[in-house]
Structures are given as C-alpha cells and as structure tokens.
C-alpha cells in the first residue's frame, strides 16, 4: 500500500481543508511551483515522522515564489496565496493550527462586539488583516515556537526548585541522580533552542533571504526583519534563563561536592587520632607484654616497680599522643604555601614601583624585606624574602642598584647561560632590570666562547690521570 500523506490547506482567505494525498499527488499538486528535488526530499522525507525536526529550517526559494519551515513539530510550505501543513494531526502541530484559525477569524462585524478585556487580541487580529499571508504564517510559526518553550521553563521550573532544595537538605545519591537526568534535560533543551536562535540570526545577517521571505511584496523586508529580531530577542531571553538554570545546578552540585569532602576530611581527621589512639596503646601493650614473661627479673620483689612502671607508662604513652596532636594542629595552622603562593602570583604585578623602589637603587639585602611588603602589603617571612632576594640579584653579587658598574660582567641565572651578557649598560625606557640588559652582540659571544673553553679545559684536567 502506497505511503498516504495527510496536508492541511490553508487559503489565504483563511479557509482549511485536510488533504490525504499519496507521493505522486503531492509532488503533483507542487509541481507547477518547480521545487528543487532535495527539497522535495526532505518534505517527503519528513512527513510521515511525529516526532519534531533535529534541524529547525526557514529556507526560503524565490525562484519558486515560496519558503519551507521545519521548526520543532511544524513543518510547511508557503506560498504567496497559500500554505501546506503537513502532518496536521500532530497534537503540537494542531496548537499551531489553532492559532492560525484565531488570526484568520477576525471579522468586522466581530469588532463592535469585543469587550475590554479582549481589547489587546482584537487590536492585534485587526493588524493581521493588513499583514501579508507569508508573513501571518511566519510570525504564528515562530511564536508558536516560542510559546513551547516558555511553556517548557514554566514547568521545569519548580520541579527543578523542588529538586535543589531537596539535594541540598539531604545530599543522597538518589538525588544526584534525579540532578544529574535533570541537567542533561536542561542541556538538550537549550540545544534546541540555540538551533532555532542560530536559524533567525542567520536569517537576519542575511538580506537576501529576508527579502525572499516577502512573497506578497516583493523586495521589501522591513517587517520580516523586525518580525525576526522580536523573535531572536526572546529567544536569548530563554537562553539566558536555561543558563541561570544550568548554573543553579552546577553551584548545588558544587556545594554537594565542598560538603561531601569537608565529610571525608572529618573521616580521615578521626581515623588519624585513631591510628594515633592505637599507636599509643600498642607501645603500652609492648611493655606490658615484657613484663608479662615468664622470667624472673629483680623488679619482682620491689614494691614500688608495678606503680612506677605504670605511671612511665602513662607519661609516656600521653607524651606520645601530644605529640602527634600538636605536630597535626601546626599542619593544619601552618598557611605558609598557600601564602608564598600569593606572594609569587602578586610580586610582579608591581613591576612600576618595584623598578622605582628597588631596582633603580642601591638596596641592600636588609633593605629588601621592609620595602618588598611596603610595594606590595603582603607580610613576608625571612625565608621568603632570602628567596625572592636571590631570584632578583641576577648577578650573584649580594646586592643591586642602577649605580653599580656591571660593564663586562657575564650575567648568568642559576648558574646557566640563559641571561643575557651586557656590555656599557644604558638604561631603557621600559622593562625590568630582572632580565633584559642591553650589549653588543659580539661582546656577548666572545664571553659565550671564553666560557666554554674554560669549562673545555676544566673537563681536560679531570680525565688527566694523576
């Protein structure tokens, strides 16, 4: 049996009538318009599926005085007098429907009867009546579009609220889960929609094809183009509340991920002071065990060994515990890395007073520390400061400063020749003296050469046998 395909007619009069063509009627009752072949493809292709299209579409064919939309579950073909609804059964496509019925009801014998409250619809289905056919059909596709997806948010909305309060009240798995299936509903969803957005923004940076979109009209596009961008401004409205949404997850799901590991420090924090308690009681255990031997010792008849011996014991086993408490409670007051971190990252974002305060000026190693937390207002120690002290002195010499001679000098980092060798230093106008020093490119490879032949020769006396 040939595949039937069911086709609302809708006239531009507004007059409907359902169709159930086979291929060759449809392709038939076309054919005087010249469709290209894969268009034609894709409409056969897509009628007898319900389900919404993967690939939302508005192509316009001026060449055969019509467009082809395939948006979520609406899919049609426009022409100038009137439009091909495939699929009308679908319970989404017959919402589309019902909203083209409502646009083409107005008449005027209906105006005198409208009341107060239905003054913004009949004000709106009174501009239809001056809109062309095209552009009706276009602009009831689209905010049809738009309405399922506001109708979307709304619902998922307090389902979603419902769903965070819960996780973050009692962070199960079986929570995360519902989470988990709920964001990736989310990220489908905004796919969706970027799909839709992307098809109206390429429509608008198009010209061509918005004027294409006028059938009636020809060569204008003034209303298509305010009619598009309505549409893609909500559009991005939807778009940013998906995002808010998706963000409200992730920061649940990092508050769940920041309470499940301040849970597993507390577990870990208590399985210590128990190894701790064990260690302790099993030095105890040890002794005693000693004791507990069958041998005679000298201790047996003292009267005051058993008493003793338990309270060394005790000493001992107290001492040991403290210890370990206190060496824990200094770990985990002890910020020092976290502190050199932040020294490190901010030290050389105050390259400008750091050129001014100290590397234009003889500052000597004491110096260094009280004006480094000046610059910066960061508190450091003496170890930090001995550092930071050696990586600046680029030449090794315990200090530096813009009035000291560094003519001739081979500048080395770290012991390596990887800084730069300056001859008759004169100071630029920009940059650091912490690496960049001006010379002559010959002076430079004579002391690259001088140095290698020493450590040439160095290497020779070694291999000499004594």
């Not at 990736?184 to 799909?195: D, G, I, M, R």
């Amino acid at each position: 049996m040939a595949e039937m395909i069911r086709v609302l007619e809708l006239h531009r009069n507004g007059e409907m009538e359902e169709k159930c063509w086979s291929r060759d009627q449809f392709l038939a009752a076309i054919s005087e318009n010249h469709l290209p072949f894969r268009d034609l493809r894709m409409l056969l292709r897509s009628s007898p599926a319900l389900s919404k299209a993967r690939h939302p579409a508005i192509m316009p064919r001026p060449s055969s005085q019509c467009f082809i939309l395939e948006m979520e579950n609406i899919k049609l073909l426009c022409f100038s007098e009137k439009c091909l609804i495939i699929n009308p059964e679908d319970r989404a496509t017959q919402n589309f429907i019902k909203g083209l019925k409502e646009q083409f009801k107005f008449t005027k014998s209906e105006l005198s009867k409208t009341t107060e409250e239905s003054t913004m619809k009949v004000l709106h289905q009174k501009t239809v009546q001056y809109q062309d056919f095209e552009q009706v059909i276009l602009e009831t596709a689209l905010e049809n579009v738009v309405q399922k997806f506001r109708r979307h948010l709304q619902i998922i909305k307090p389902a979603l609220e419902m769903l965070l309060q819960q996780v973050e009240a009692n962070p199960e798995t079986n929570g995360l889960r519902r989470l988990l299936a709920v964001k990736k509903s989310l990220a489908e969803f905004e796919q969706n929609v970027e799909l839709v957005s992307k098809v109206i923004r390429n429509l608008l940076s198009d010209d061509e094809d918005m004027t294409s979109l006028s059938l009636t009209n020809l060569g204008e596009k003034e209303d298509i183009e305010l009619l598009l961008s309505s549409v893609s401004a909500d559009l991005d409205e939807i778009e940013t509340e998906i995002k808010i949404f998706i963000d409200m997850i992730e920061d649940t799901d990092q508050f769940i991920s920041a309470h499940l590991d301040a849970v597993r420090n507390e577990i870990i924090k208590m399985s210590l002071f128990i190894e701790i308690g064990g260690l302790t009681m099993g030095m105890g255990a040890v002794v005693s065990g000693i004791f507990g031997m069958n041998l005679t010792n000298a201790l047996e008849t003292n009267p005051y060994a058993f008493s003793l011996v338990c309270l060394g014991l005790f000493i001992t086993m107290l001492a040991l515990f403290a210890g370990f408490a206190t060496k824990y409670h200094q770990l985990k007051a002890d910020t020092s890395s976290a502190q050199s971190f932040t020294l490190l990252k901010n030290f050389f974002s105050y390259v400008d007073d750091l050129e001014s305060h100290i590397f234009n000026k003889d500052v000597e190693k004491f110096e260094f520390k009280e004006k480094v937390e000046k610059i910066t207002g960061l508190k450091i120690s003496d170890k930090e400061s001995e550092y930071l002290y050696k990586m600046v002195d680029v030449n090794r010499n315990g200090g530096f400063g813009g009035t000291k001679d560094y003519a001739n000098s081979f500048v080395k980092l770290g012991g390596s020749r990887l800084s730069i060798f300056r001859e008759n230093y004169v100071a630029r106008p920009y940059g650091s003296k912490l690496s960049v020093f001006s010379g002559h490119r010959e002076s430079y490879d004579r002391g690259v050469r001088e140095e290698d032949g020493k450590e040439i020769h160095e290497n020779e006396n070694l291999m000499v046998p004594a």
